[in-house]
């Protein structure tokens, strides 16, 4: 068990390099296996969520080699079409392109159910299964949960419509068409910087797939892809998250490696809200943020503002002048760090009819001994103890290191006074 204390109250400034993004990453990873050759995967992040997904993809034949912190060869040739130990593959939520890439190269997938962060609503993915469907596969249950698609008679191309434009759903129909016989078009397909990512992967790949990035996406099946070179896009929301470590400390801290255009959704919302931005070609600049104020926050599936800063935002808002309501349209009670803040002073209600939060700005947050619910709620946690005055603990922060690169040496070099212990 780890946990880090934090010294608030310091002003956070300097630079510091954003690192390769979590949910490309890993839906790339996975994705190698389509390619049955050797992949050379750039700007990887250092997280627990890409560690288990090499162990996840060790486990069934890939051969991986570290070229260095940040780049890995993996060769899938030798992959085999088994199921991996469900212990590996219930620890994160990603494990489920398991069932997309092994379906799309072998006409069959065993896969355990996936884990992940726990955001209330079960995560279900209905449409993962119904868009398998649609293309041909059979889909059963084994007694121990586990999930068998079998295409017999290979996999056909679809045109397949998401209730719900969800990015796994999206990624997943991707890699099991990336074969299949004809055309699959996704309609209300999720448009997240890290579908494109994927999709430019998978292309480089020799994949011939078009529209990523708009609701409509079109797969041709090919007949074969090789392995490639490829380098994975910026952490918008690593990014989203030490920009707001700046102005919640009132510092001046620029955040360099960033496609600011992924991030407009975060720069318009930290200017409505008084946050002083210098937005470059591929650095975003916080300058001290004197004057917070209190604006609405509402997650929305991309352009809208991620569902993965929320957290972020909320705490934000709890030093900031004036009232806002805070909703999620992606998770709706994505909200369980709000204990955590109310235990360090912040004035929060929860509306649970409503699903949202208000929240009463307060001139200042108290250090406390706080848990981290989930990833994106332990970051927000330790925003909040950078910017309280007194000693704060964040306890559970294994949950954190799932999606943060070094965050303890990131925050030092900022200046913060943070360290890690175990207990
Ligand atoms: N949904 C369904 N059925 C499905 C799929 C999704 O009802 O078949 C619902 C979900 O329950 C949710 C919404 O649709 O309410 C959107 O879910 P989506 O499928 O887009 O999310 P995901 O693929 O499970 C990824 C990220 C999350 C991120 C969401 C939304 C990965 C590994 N995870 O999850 O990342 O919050 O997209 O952008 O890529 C995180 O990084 O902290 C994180 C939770």
Redesign the pocket.
């Known amino acids: 068990m780890e946990k880090f204390i934090i010294n608030g109250g310091k002003s956070l400034n300097g630079a510091v390099s954003i690192s390769g993004m979590?949910?490309s990453a890993?839906?790339v990873l996975f994705g190698t296996i389509l390619t049955n050759d050797i992949c050379i995967i750039e700007n990887l992040p250092n997280i627990s969520?890409v560690r288990v997904s090499l162990d996840i993809l060790a486990s069934i034949g890939a051969s991986i080699k570290l070229l260095n912190s940040t780049t890995i060869v993996i060769d899938t040739t030798g992959v085999k079409p088994k199921s991996p130990p469900l212990e590996l593959v219930s620890k994160?939520?990603?494990s489920?392109y398991l069932l997309g890439a092994m379906l799309g190269r072998f006409g069959q997938a065993q896969v355990g159910q996936p884990g992940?962060?726990d955001?209330g609503?079960?995560?279900?993915?209905?449409?993962?299964?119904?868009g398998f469907e649609q293309l041909g596969a059979r889909v059963s249950y084994e007694s121990n949960a586990a999930i068998t698609l079998t295409a017999t008679n290979g996999l056909k191309g679809s045109f397949i419509y998401?209730?719900?434009?969800?990015?796994?759903?999206?990624?997943n129909i991707m890699y099991a068409a990336a074969f299949a016989e004809g055309t699959t078009v996704i309609e209300n397909a999720?448009r997240?910087p890290?579908i494109v990512d994927v999709a430019c992967f998978l292309n480089a790949c020799g994949a011939n797939i078009t529209g990523a990035g708009t609701t409509t996406i079109r797969i041709k099946g090919v007949k074969k892809v090789k392995g490639c070179t490829y380098c994975i896009a910026p952490d918008m929301?690593e990014a989203g998250t030490y920009i707001i470590a700046g102005a919640i400390t009132k510092g001046t801290v620029r955040v360099d490696n960033v496609v600011p255009k992924h991030m407009e959704a975060i720069t318009a919302k930290l200017k409505e809200a008084n946050v002083p931005l210098e937005i470059g070609d591929s650095y975003i600049t916080v300058l001290p943020a004197e004057n917070l104020r209190c604006v609405a926050i509402k997650a929305n599936?991309?352009p809208g503002l991620?569902?993965?800063m929320q957290p972020q935002f909320s705490t934000l808002m709890t030093v900031a002048n004036g009232m806002c309501t805070v909703s999620d349209g992606?998770?709706?009670s994505r909200f369980k760090y709000t204990e955590h803040l109310k235990n360090m002073g912040a004035n929060i209600e929860y509306d649970e009819r409503r699903a949202l939060l208000q929240i009463f700005g307060v001139s200042e947050l108290h250090g406390a001994t706080v848990k981290a619910p989930?990833?994106?709620a332990g970051a927000a946690l330790i925003l909040a103890g950078l910017a309280a005055k007194g000693t704060t603990t964040v306890t559970n922060v294994e949950l954190v290191e799932r999606?943060y690169d070094h965050i303890i040496e990131k925050l030092l070099s900022l200046g913060a006074d943070i360290k890690k212990e175990r207990f």
Do not use: M, W
Request: proline share 8%.
């Open positions: 979590k949910n890993l839906p969520d994160l939520r990603a489920y992940g962060c955001f609503n079960g995560r279900p993915i209905d449409q993962h299964i119904r998401f209730d719900i434009a969800s990015v796994g759903a999206t990624i999720a997240e890290h929301i599936p991309y991620p569902t993965d992606i998770y709706s989930d990833l994106r999606g």
